[in-house]
Protein backbone atom coordinates (compact mmCIF):
# COMPACT_ATOMS: atom_id res chain seq x y z
CA UNK A 1 0.00 0.00 0.00
CA UNK A 2 1.43 3.47 -0.75
CA UNK A 3 2.53 5.08 1.77
CA UNK A 4 5.54 7.40 2.02
CA UNK A 5 7.21 8.76 4.60
CA UNK A 6 7.17 12.26 3.84
CA UNK A 7 5.93 14.77 1.42
CA UNK A 8 8.86 14.80 -1.68
CA UNK A 9 9.16 17.71 -4.21
CA UNK A 10 8.72 17.40 -7.89
CA UNK A 11 8.32 19.26 -10.96
CA UNK A 12 4.84 19.00 -12.68
CA UNK A 13 4.21 19.08 -16.19
CA UNK A 14 3.33 22.64 -15.79
CA UNK A 15 6.93 23.21 -14.93
CA UNK A 16 5.31 24.04 -10.97
CA UNK A 17 6.90 22.69 -8.40
CA UNK A 18 4.64 20.57 -6.19
CA UNK A 19 4.76 18.60 -2.84
CA UNK A 20 3.20 15.28 -3.12
CA UNK A 21 2.77 12.61 -0.56
CA UNK A 22 1.26 9.34 -1.68
CA UNK A 23 -1.34 7.34 -0.54
CA UNK A 24 -2.78 9.49 2.05
CA UNK A 25 -5.21 12.88 2.10
CA UNK A 26 -4.06 14.69 4.95
CA UNK A 27 -6.25 17.50 7.00
CA UNK A 28 -5.60 20.93 6.78
CA UNK A 29 -4.93 21.38 11.00
CA UNK A 30 -2.41 17.60 10.54
CA UNK A 31 -0.31 19.66 7.71
CA UNK A 32 0.33 22.53 9.85
CA UNK A 33 2.25 20.36 12.29
CA UNK A 34 4.15 18.25 9.60
CA UNK A 35 7.91 19.16 9.65
CA UNK A 36 8.32 18.47 5.84
CA UNK A 37 5.66 21.25 4.93
CA UNK A 38 7.40 23.31 7.93
CA UNK A 39 10.17 23.42 5.61
CA UNK A 40 9.01 24.75 2.77
CA UNK A 41 8.39 28.31 3.70
CA UNK A 42 6.32 29.20 0.36
CA UNK A 43 4.17 26.73 1.49
CA UNK A 44 4.44 27.64 4.92
CA UNK A 45 3.79 32.00 4.55
CA UNK A 46 0.33 30.99 4.09
CA UNK A 47 -0.82 27.92 5.92
CA UNK A 48 0.71 28.95 9.59
CA UNK A 49 -2.00 31.75 9.14
CA UNK A 50 -4.27 31.82 11.77
CA UNK A 51 -7.73 32.76 10.09
CA UNK A 52 -10.27 34.41 12.08
CA UNK A 53 -12.99 32.04 12.11
CA UNK A 54 -15.09 30.67 8.64
CA UNK A 55 -17.10 27.77 8.01
CA UNK A 56 -15.03 24.63 8.42
CA UNK A 57 -15.88 21.83 7.30
CA UNK A 58 -18.18 22.22 4.94
CA UNK A 59 -19.94 18.90 3.53
CA UNK A 60 -20.89 19.49 -0.41
CA UNK A 61 -22.58 16.75 -2.24
CA UNK A 62 -21.23 17.12 -5.73
CA UNK A 63 -23.27 15.74 -8.79
CA UNK A 64 -21.03 17.08 -11.96
CA UNK A 65 -17.40 17.15 -12.73
CA UNK A 66 -15.77 19.55 -15.21
CA UNK A 67 -12.40 19.10 -17.60
CA UNK A 68 -11.06 22.39 -18.59
CA UNK A 69 -8.47 22.24 -21.60
CA UNK A 70 -7.17 25.01 -24.01
CA UNK A 71 -7.68 25.31 -27.91
CA UNK A 72 -5.20 22.17 -28.63
CA UNK A 73 -6.41 20.19 -26.29
CA UNK A 74 -10.02 20.60 -26.93
CA UNK A 75 -9.11 20.06 -30.86
CA UNK A 76 -7.52 16.81 -29.58
CA UNK A 77 -10.72 15.79 -27.84
CA UNK A 78 -12.53 16.16 -30.43
CA UNK A 79 -11.11 14.49 -33.02
CA UNK A 80 -10.15 11.28 -30.88
CA UNK A 81 -14.51 11.82 -29.70
CA UNK A 82 -13.46 11.44 -25.93
CA UNK A 83 -10.69 11.70 -23.60
CA UNK A 84 -7.47 9.87 -22.88
CA UNK A 85 -4.73 9.38 -19.95
CA UNK A 86 -1.90 12.12 -20.57
CA UNK A 87 1.68 12.03 -19.79
CA UNK A 88 3.29 9.15 -18.04
CA UNK A 89 0.97 8.48 -15.32
CA UNK A 90 -1.93 7.77 -18.04
CA UNK A 91 -4.38 9.84 -16.55
CA UNK A 92 -7.78 11.91 -17.74
CA UNK A 93 -7.85 14.61 -15.05
CA UNK A 94 -11.30 16.00 -13.76
CA UNK A 95 -12.46 18.51 -11.05
CA UNK A 96 -15.70 18.86 -9.23
CA UNK A 97 -18.27 21.26 -10.66
CA UNK A 98 -20.02 23.19 -7.45
CA UNK A 99 -22.76 25.13 -8.15
CA UNK A 100 -25.53 27.14 -6.57
CA UNK A 101 -27.76 24.37 -5.36
CA UNK A 102 -24.62 22.47 -4.32
CA UNK A 103 -23.74 25.45 -2.07
CA UNK A 104 -26.89 25.83 -0.90
CA UNK A 105 -26.97 21.83 0.34
CA UNK A 106 -23.76 22.50 1.61
CA UNK A 107 -25.31 25.38 3.89
CA UNK A 108 -27.85 23.76 5.17
CA UNK A 109 -25.84 20.79 6.04
CA UNK A 110 -23.46 22.68 7.80
CA UNK A 111 -26.40 24.60 9.65
CA UNK A 112 -28.23 21.11 11.00
CA UNK A 113 -24.85 19.85 11.95
CA UNK A 114 -23.83 23.05 14.15
CA UNK A 115 -26.99 23.38 15.27
CA UNK A 116 -28.72 20.43 16.03
CA UNK A 117 -32.71 21.18 17.17
CA UNK A 118 -33.32 24.62 15.76
CA UNK A 119 -36.71 25.99 16.12
CA UNK A 120 -38.56 26.82 13.12
CA UNK A 121 -38.36 30.38 14.21
CA UNK A 122 -34.89 30.39 14.24
CA UNK A 123 -34.45 28.34 11.09
CA UNK A 124 -36.33 31.11 9.47
CA UNK A 125 -34.55 33.82 11.21
CA UNK A 126 -31.27 32.52 9.35
CA UNK A 127 -30.31 34.18 6.18
CA UNK A 128 -27.97 32.77 3.37
CA UNK A 129 -24.24 33.02 4.47
CA UNK A 130 -21.98 30.44 2.66
CA UNK A 131 -21.90 32.13 -0.56
CA UNK A 132 -20.02 35.05 1.28
CA UNK A 133 -17.16 32.17 1.67
CA UNK A 134 -17.12 30.14 -1.20
CA UNK A 135 -14.89 32.14 -3.05
CA UNK A 136 -11.71 30.09 -4.05
CA UNK A 137 -10.83 28.76 -7.76
CA UNK A 138 -13.11 25.66 -6.63
CA UNK A 139 -16.10 27.38 -6.81
CA UNK A 140 -15.48 29.75 -9.95
CA UNK A 141 -16.93 28.66 -13.04
CA UNK A 142 -16.74 31.54 -15.24
CA UNK A 143 -13.01 31.31 -15.24
CA UNK A 144 -10.01 28.97 -15.30
CA UNK A 145 -6.34 28.30 -14.73
CA UNK A 146 -6.05 26.16 -17.48
CA UNK A 147 -7.96 26.78 -20.66
CA UNK A 148 -11.19 28.54 -22.54
CA UNK A 149 -12.99 25.24 -23.14
CA UNK A 150 -15.03 23.69 -20.19
CA UNK A 151 -16.73 20.14 -20.52
CA UNK A 152 -18.88 19.26 -17.88
CA UNK A 153 -20.59 16.34 -17.50
CA UNK A 154 -22.61 14.65 -14.61
CA UNK A 155 -20.80 12.23 -12.37
CA UNK A 156 -22.90 9.38 -12.56
CA UNK A 157 -22.37 9.48 -16.41
CA UNK A 158 -19.36 9.71 -16.26
CA UNK A 159 -18.62 6.71 -14.12
CA UNK A 160 -21.29 4.82 -16.43
CA UNK A 161 -19.15 5.12 -19.69
CA UNK A 162 -16.07 4.34 -17.64
CA UNK A 163 -17.89 1.62 -16.33
CA UNK A 164 -19.17 0.09 -19.60
CA UNK A 165 -15.41 1.02 -21.50
CA UNK A 166 -12.81 0.57 -19.41
CA UNK A 167 -14.50 -1.91 -16.52
CA UNK A 168 -16.16 -4.50 -18.78
CA UNK A 169 -19.05 -3.08 -17.02
CA UNK A 170 -17.59 -3.69 -13.47
CA UNK A 171 -17.84 -0.87 -11.29
CA UNK A 172 -14.90 1.55 -11.33
CA UNK A 173 -12.64 1.24 -8.25
CA UNK A 174 -12.05 4.64 -6.60
CA UNK A 175 -8.94 5.06 -4.11
CA UNK A 176 -6.83 8.12 -2.32
CA UNK A 177 -3.95 8.73 -4.75
CA UNK A 178 -2.27 11.44 -3.04
CA UNK A 179 -2.23 15.23 -1.39
CA UNK A 180 -0.58 17.67 -3.44
CA UNK A 181 0.72 21.25 -1.40
CA UNK A 182 1.45 24.27 -3.30
CA UNK A 183 2.01 27.44 -2.76
CA UNK A 184 -1.24 28.54 -1.84
CA UNK A 185 -2.91 25.67 -2.82
CA UNK A 186 -3.76 21.63 -1.18
CA UNK A 187 -5.28 19.36 -4.26
CA UNK A 188 -6.47 15.73 -2.51
CA UNK A 189 -6.40 13.54 -5.75
CA UNK A 190 -9.07 10.67 -6.21
CA UNK A 191 -8.03 7.96 -8.28
CA UNK A 192 -10.36 5.87 -10.94
CA UNK A 193 -9.59 2.74 -12.03
CA UNK A 194 -10.81 -0.20 -13.19
CA UNK A 195 -11.33 -3.30 -10.77
CA UNK A 196 -7.61 -5.19 -9.60
CA UNK A 197 -7.74 -7.85 -12.08
CA UNK A 198 -7.44 -5.64 -14.73
CA UNK A 199 -5.03 -3.24 -12.95
CA UNK A 200 -3.21 -4.82 -10.24
CA UNK A 201 -0.20 -2.21 -10.03
CA UNK A 202 -2.74 0.81 -9.04
CA UNK A 203 -4.00 -1.84 -6.06
CA UNK A 204 -1.00 -0.35 -4.14
CA UNK A 205 -3.50 2.96 -3.02
CA UNK A 206 -5.85 2.51 -0.35
CA UNK A 207 -9.59 2.24 -0.83
CA UNK A 208 -11.33 5.64 -0.73
CA UNK A 209 -13.44 4.84 2.43
CA UNK A 210 -10.10 5.71 4.08
CA UNK A 211 -10.07 9.36 3.64
CA UNK A 212 -11.08 11.47 5.64
CA UNK A 213 -12.32 14.20 3.07
CA UNK A 214 -13.76 12.73 0.74
CA UNK A 215 -16.52 9.73 -0.44
CA UNK A 216 -18.35 8.39 -3.57
CA UNK A 217 -21.86 7.75 -2.49
CA UNK A 218 -24.79 7.59 -4.45
CA UNK A 219 -23.25 8.70 -7.79
CA UNK A 220 -21.99 11.84 -5.63
CA UNK A 221 -18.79 13.12 -4.34
CA UNK A 222 -19.13 14.35 -0.68
CA UNK A 223 -15.99 16.44 0.15
CA UNK A 224 -15.45 17.82 3.06
CA UNK A 225 -13.92 21.23 2.46
CA UNK A 226 -11.60 23.07 4.55
CA UNK A 227 -10.56 26.02 3.30
CA UNK A 228 -13.04 27.57 0.78
CA UNK A 229 -12.27 31.47 0.54
CA UNK A 230 -8.56 31.88 -0.52
CA UNK A 231 -8.73 35.36 0.21
CA UNK A 232 -11.14 36.14 3.57
CA UNK A 233 -13.18 39.17 3.51
CA UNK A 234 -15.65 38.27 5.78
CA UNK A 235 -15.51 36.10 9.30
CA UNK A 236 -18.35 33.79 10.72
CA UNK A 237 -20.25 34.92 13.89
CA UNK A 238 -22.91 32.73 15.87
CA UNK A 239 -25.63 34.58 17.57
CA UNK A 240 -27.34 31.36 19.37
CA UNK A 241 -28.31 29.43 16.37
CA UNK A 242 -28.06 31.83 13.85
CA UNK A 243 -24.69 32.10 11.60
CA UNK A 244 -23.88 35.37 10.61
CA UNK A 245 -21.27 37.03 8.79
CA UNK A 246 -19.95 40.26 9.69
CA UNK A 247 -16.95 42.38 6.97
CA UNK A 248 -13.31 42.15 8.61
CA UNK A 249 -11.14 45.04 9.06
CA UNK A 250 -8.99 43.82 5.82
CA UNK A 251 -8.41 40.82 3.74
CA UNK A 252 -6.58 38.29 4.33
CA UNK A 253 -4.96 35.51 2.05
CA UNK A 254 -5.09 32.11 3.17
CA UNK A 255 -4.61 28.61 1.49
CA UNK A 256 -7.50 26.62 -0.40
CA UNK A 257 -8.22 23.56 -0.84
CA UNK A 258 -10.08 21.30 -3.76
CA UNK A 259 -10.60 18.09 -4.91
CA UNK A 260 -9.42 16.10 -8.99
CA UNK A 261 -10.19 12.72 -10.20
CA UNK A 262 -7.71 11.05 -12.09
CA UNK A 263 -8.85 8.51 -14.32
CA UNK A 264 -7.00 5.90 -15.02
CA UNK A 265 -7.00 5.52 -19.36
CA UNK A 266 -4.25 3.33 -20.80
CA UNK A 267 -2.15 4.17 -23.71
CA UNK A 268 -4.19 4.03 -27.21
CA UNK A 269 -7.50 4.02 -25.28
CA UNK A 270 -9.93 7.12 -25.21
CA UNK A 271 -13.28 7.29 -23.10
CA UNK A 272 -15.71 8.20 -25.73
CA UNK A 273 -18.46 10.28 -25.92
CA UNK A 274 -20.49 10.87 -28.80
CA UNK A 275 -19.70 14.09 -30.97
CA UNK A 276 -23.13 15.81 -30.37
CA UNK A 277 -23.05 14.73 -26.28
CA UNK A 278 -19.66 16.40 -26.31
CA UNK A 279 -20.73 19.43 -27.76
CA UNK A 280 -23.83 19.32 -25.47
CA UNK A 281 -21.13 19.65 -22.75
CA UNK A 282 -19.09 22.89 -23.77
CA UNK A 283 -19.45 25.96 -22.91
CA UNK A 284 -16.42 28.89 -22.88
CA UNK A 285 -14.97 30.37 -19.98
CA UNK A 286 -12.69 33.27 -19.47
CA UNK A 287 -8.88 32.89 -18.54
CA UNK A 288 -8.07 33.58 -14.99
CA UNK A 289 -4.79 35.99 -13.60
CA UNK A 290 -3.33 32.81 -13.18
CA UNK A 291 -2.69 31.02 -16.55
CA UNK A 292 -1.39 27.80 -16.48
CA UNK A 293 -2.49 26.67 -19.54
CA UNK A 294 -0.04 25.06 -21.55
CA UNK A 295 -1.47 26.00 -24.80
CA UNK A 296 -2.97 28.38 -27.30
CA UNK A 297 -5.52 30.62 -25.13
CA UNK A 298 -8.17 33.33 -26.13
CA UNK A 299 -8.31 36.21 -23.93
CA UNK A 300 -11.44 37.76 -26.19
CA UNK A 301 -14.35 35.08 -25.10
CA UNK A 302 -15.75 35.87 -28.34
CA UNK A 303 -12.93 34.52 -30.20
CA UNK A 304 -13.34 31.06 -27.71
CA UNK A 305 -16.66 31.29 -29.05
CA UNK A 306 -15.58 31.49 -32.74
CA UNK A 307 -13.48 28.73 -32.39
CA UNK A 308 -16.15 26.61 -30.68
CA UNK A 309 -18.32 27.23 -33.06
CA UNK A 310 -15.96 25.57 -36.01
CA UNK A 311 -15.82 22.60 -34.14
CA UNK A 312 -19.53 22.09 -33.82
CA UNK A 313 -20.51 22.50 -37.05
CA UNK A 314 -18.86 19.45 -37.99
CA UNK A 315 -21.36 17.31 -35.67
Not at 61 to 79: A, F, N, S
Request: some cysteine; glycine content about 4%.
Amino acid sequence: MANATGFRARMNDRNTKELYLEGQHIILQDLKMREDIRQEQQVQKYLSKNITAYPTPVEFPITECTHVTHKMGLQGIWDSEGFKGLNKDKFSWWSLKINEADIRAAEERFLESSFPGRSEGEIAAQQPFLSEFTTSPAFINETSRYGNFRFTFPLAELMEAYKKQMCEDEEPVLRVYETKSFKQEIEYVVLVHRPPKFDEDLSKYPLLTSSPLVSYEGNQIIWRAQAICETHNYQLEIHGKTAVTQNMPSHEYYVWDHVTLAFHVNEGEVLTFPKTRLKASLSCCAIDPINLAKGYVYSDLNEARRFLESLTDTV
